[in-house]
Structure formats: C-alpha cells, structure tokens
C-alpha cells in the first residue's frame, strides 16, 4: 500500500516552460488536493477535487489547471512558469471529514 | 478569507510541557485539524477535533472551543524528536475542500 505518490521528487524550469505533476492514491479516496508550501506561508491550497471528473479552485490558484479525469490520479500543470512559482508542492488525498494524507512532495525551482 | 492564528515559533525544555494555541474565524466552522511537520518531510495527523473539549493521545492532547474560535496542542514529557513544525487547519462548509492551514508554529526542544 503506497498511500500517496508524487513524481517528480525535484525539478528545475526555466521561466516559461511548462511540466505537469502527477499525484497518484491508491487508497480509493474521493477527495484528493494541492497545496504549495513556502517559508513564512504555510501550505496554501491551489486546487482541489472532490470526486473524478471534478475540480475546484483553492486560494491560490492563478498559474495552474488541475485534471482528475481518474479517481486516483490528480495532476497539477504550469503552463508557463514563472519564479514566484517556486515552492514545495504536496498532493494530499481523503475521505469525508477525515485527515488528509499527504505525498512526500515535490520541489520545484524556476529560473 | 479564513484567518488562521498560531505563533511562529516556541522553544521548550526536555521533558516539559508546551501548548501551542490557535485561533480560526468561527462563521462556517466544521472542525480542527493538528498537524506535525519535520523539516524537508511531509506534514502527518495529529489530532482532529469535532466537539468541544479535550482529546488526549498518548503524550498530545488537543482541545477546542467553538464558540471562543480558539484551540491548543498540548506536548507533554517533550523529547528532542519532537522539535518540528505544528500545523493548525481548519475545515470550513459544506464542501471537504475548504480546509485552512495555519502557517505553522516551529517547536524547538533543547536539551
């Protein structure tokens, strides 16, 4: 049993340049989500879905799309990053009012 | 926004007791969250709590008051694994995906 599983663990962009993050669970969780974390910020949420085929801005969801077209996958994409998307991302998955399981994160550095 | 309350950092003893505190806007509340967090890994549960009162497992314990907006982690006999970052989140309205996180509170335990 994986849990949560985020690839990749690091990458470096140019500004620009796009990439997609893939979170995968294998925990049957209806509910799965993305936050970036950053010093002095706290985890804030980006996107959000509450069910395949269903998806939801956060707080701070400028710069990114999200698709969840199967239940365990959830992906994040930057179309063209920028620096100040620069961060921690963690995927977290959950069912109804329980705790959200996180993903080992992934660190990503733009340019 | 939901305004999510906790002090940035707290240094304790071996041994003693520390309460970290937070405070959430009431309007919407669903319940509270408590996370820990080491540095470079990903935030795991600590508590949730639904009721008022007070929750207690093993050396934590947490406690909250809807009305008074207002809850606390409670570290007893402190080791030196337990310096680490404490998240407070909350859950807001009818839709899961409405959880707030606090920007965390770092513990440090000294010998």
């Known amino acids: 049993n994986a849990g949560v599983t985020q690839t990749p663990k690091f990458r470096v962009l140019k500004t620009g340049q796009s990439m997609t993050l893939l979170c995968a669970q294998d925990?049957?969780?209806?509910?799965m989500y993305w936050y970036r974390q950053d010093p002095g910020m706290g985890l804030r949420l980006i996107h959000y879905?509450?069910?395949?085929?269903?998806?939801a801005k956060g707080e701070v969801p400028d710069g990114y799309n999200v698709s969840r077209l199967k239940k365990q996958n959830f992906l994040l994409g930057l179309e063209s990053a920028a620096p100040s998307q620069t961060s921690v991302y963690f995927c977290?998955?959950?069912?109804?009012?329980?705790?959200?399981?996180f993903g080992n994160g992934t660190r990503l550095t733009v340019t | 926004g939901q305004n999510i309350d906790q002090p940035t950092e707290m240094t304790a003893t071996e041994g003693a007791i520390v309460q970290i505190n937070c405070t959430y806007q009431?309007?919407?509340?669903?319940?509270l969250f408590w996370y820990q967090q080491h540095a470079g890994e990903a935030p795991t549960f600590l508590s949730y709590?639904?009721?008022?009162g007070l929750e207690e497992k093993g050396r934590f314990s947490s406690f909250l008051s809807r009305s008074k907006g207002y809850s606390y982690l409670l570290l007893k006999e402190l080791q030196m694994k337990d310096s680490a970052s404490y998240l407070c989140?909350?859950?807001?309205?009818?839709?899961?995906?409405?959880?707030?996180f606090g920007k965390g509170t770092k513990l440090s335990v000294k010998p």
């Open positions: 009431t309007s919407g509340f669903n319940g």
């Open positions: 879905s509450v069910g395949e085929g269903t998806t």
């Open positions: 709590n639904v009721l008022d």
């Open positions: 925990m049957n969780h209806e509910y």
């Open positions: 989140a909350a859950a807001y309205g009818g839709s899961q995906g409405n959880l707030i």
């Open positions: 977290a998955s959950t069912y109804q009012n329980s705790p959200l399981h």
